[in-house]
C-alpha cells in the first residue's frame, strides 16, 4: 500500500461486516487491476463485487480472454489464500445473439468449473438484460414489495391501525428507500 509492502500469512478471514474487512478487500483484490490482459476488457470492482467486461468480434475469442482473464484472477486471489466462487459466478451476452445456456470455464484449466450463460444477471441488486430494458428489474422489484406494501395499506385502513401520519412515515421511510 502506498508503495511499502507487507507480508502476512492469513489464517482465517474477517467476519461479515467488519470494519476492518473493507481496507482488507481493497488491499487484496487490488492487484486484479494490473492484470488486465487485453485492451477490450473492463474490470468494475464495488465492495465485495466484481464485474469483467470482455468484448470481442467473435464469441470464441470472448470466452477465450475472459477464461485467461479468470485465470489470471484466480492466480491474484491465491497470493492471499483467497478463491472465487464459480457457483456464484454469471454470465450474461450483452451482443452478438448468443442465446443463454452456453458455457465459458472458469479459467483455462482442464478441470475448471464452468460458468453457464442465463437471460439476466443481478450486480449490486440490479437485474441485467442484454434488451437494456430492465423490464427483469422492475418486475423483481414490483414483485418483491407487492406484499409489504398491501400489509402497510390494511394497517392504515384499519380502524384501529395506524394514523396517516405514522403510515406516511413507514412508506417514505421504509418503503420508498427500499424500491430506489
Not at 2 to 22: H, T, V
Request: one cysteine or more.
Amino acid at each position: 500500500m502506498e508503495g511499502i509492502q507487507y507480508n502476512r500469512k492469513l489464517c482465517r478471514g474477517c467476519p461479515q461486516g467488519s470494519q476492518l474487512g473493507p481496507t482488507l478487500w481493497t488491499i487484496a483484490i487490488s492487484p486484479i487491476y494490473e492484470k488486465r490482459l487485453c485492451p477490450s476488457s473492463k474490470i468494475i470492482t464495488y465492495a465485495d463485487d466484481i464485474i469483467l467486461m470482455v468484448g470481442a468480434a467473435r464469441p470464441h475469442r470472448a470466452f477465450t480472454r475472459i477464461e485467461k482473464q479468470l485465470d489470471s484472477f484466480t492466480e491474484c486471489a491465491s497470493t492471499f489464500s483467497l478463491e472465487f466462487s464459480a457457483s456464484k459466478s454469471q454470465l450474461l451476452s450483452l451482443k452478438g445473439g448468443l442465446k443463454q445456456g452456453y458455457t465459458v470455464g472458469f479459467g483455462t484449466g482442464a478441470n475448471a468449473p464452468r460458468i453457464e450463460a442465463t437471460v439476466t444477471a443481478k450486480y449490486l441488486g440490479v437485474t441485467l438484460d442484454p434488451r437494456r430494458s430492465y423490464w427483469d428489474h422492475v418486475k423483481s422489484v414490483s414483485e418483491k414489495f407487492s406484499d409489504m406494501y398491501r400489509r402497510l395499506r390494511s394497517l392504515y385502513l384499519a380502524n384501529w391501525g395506524l394514523g396517516q401520519a405514522a403510515a406516511r412515515t413507514i412508506y417514505k421511510g421504509v418503503f420508498i428507500p427500499r424500491i430506489i
